[in-house]
């Protein structure tokens, strides 16, 4: 079953669904601007998760992106429209999208090629089997901007120093070093669609992985969430955003 969310029909930005067999694939299909995380995208994502967390019949969520890229994270498009109180508000609902993920009592799978960058590459930690296509790329450059958003889940994923080392200095990741480090779970040769088709059902039934997923939550959403906010709520956050953006324009491509 397919159900495209388009804006102009449903006020949602542009997801599709697809359900096979009890998987559950969500689409970010907003290539045009990289599937980066707008509001409106980050409320659709939270919702559709949470509607399937809900239901029975599936037992694994997995997310990729239309177009050339995964997730190139935060969403630029208005930032000069917004006051730092709502870019605050933005970086909330972008860190309790990742803890949905994180905390669904389902297998979250996500199956990234191109770009997961910045919130997207945070949204592809968050997942428990982490596939990447040969042309990956994986960036957490928020410290550059003073933002402290799905650092501990990293350093969960990698260990403390080389999570440490990786959010300081914001370089590119490929995809044969994501997997040494044990950022990504496993390489894939084909595209998105084909891995994600070709992936096993769990030997556990849907019980037994929410069981799974509450005996081993870290418990740690609430100082996630106090860490981000604090980041976020030192002065001029607009400016240090503003600032990065410039830079990132004067750099060489």
Avoid: K
């Avoid at 029975?56 to 890229?69: S, Y």
């Avoid at 498009?77 to 949905?100: N, P, T, W």
């Avoid at 044969?176 to 556990?204: C, Q």
């Avoid at 997923?213 to 980041?231: F, I």
């Amino acid at each position: 079953m397919t159900a495209p969310q388009g804006s102009a029909a449903t006020n949602l930005p542009p997801l599709e669904v697809h359900e096979r067999d009890g998987l559950a694939t969500i689409v970010l299909n907003r290539p045009s601007r990289g599937n980066a995380l707008a509001a409106d995208l980050v409320d659709a994502l939270t919702a559709q998760i949470a509607d399937l967390a809900r239901r029975n019949d599936v037992h694994t969520l997995a997310l990729r992106g239309a177009g050339a890229n995964f997730c190139t994270g935060f969403d630029w498009s208005d930032l000069d429209a917004m006051s730092d109180g709502d870019l605050l508000l933005r970086f909330v609902r972008i860190e309790l999208l990742l803890q949905a993920v994180a905390t669904a009592p389902l297998r979250t799978v996500a199956c990234v090629h191109g770009h997961a960058w910045g919130a997207g590459a945070d949204l592809m930690v968050a997942c428990d089997v982490r596939l990447a296509c040969g042309d990956a790329t994986f960036r957490f450059p928020g410290a550059a901007f003073g933002i402290i958003l799905g650092t501990r889940r990293l350093a969960e994923r990698i260990g403390t120093p080389q999570a440490r080392a990786i959010v300081t200095d914001g370089r590119e990741i490929e995809a044969p070093e994501a997997l040494r480090l044990g950022l990504v779970t496993g390489l894939v040769a084909s595209s998105p669609e084909e891995a994600l088709a070709a992936l096993p059902p769990p030997r556990v039934d849907r019980d037994t992985l929410a069981g799974i997923a509450r005996a081993t939550r870290a418990g740690m959403e609430d100082a996630d969430l106090s860490n981000l906010v604090r980041s976020a709520a030192r002065s001029g956050l607009g400016e240090r955003l503003r600032r990065y953006r410039t830079n990132l324009r004067r750099t060489p491509s």
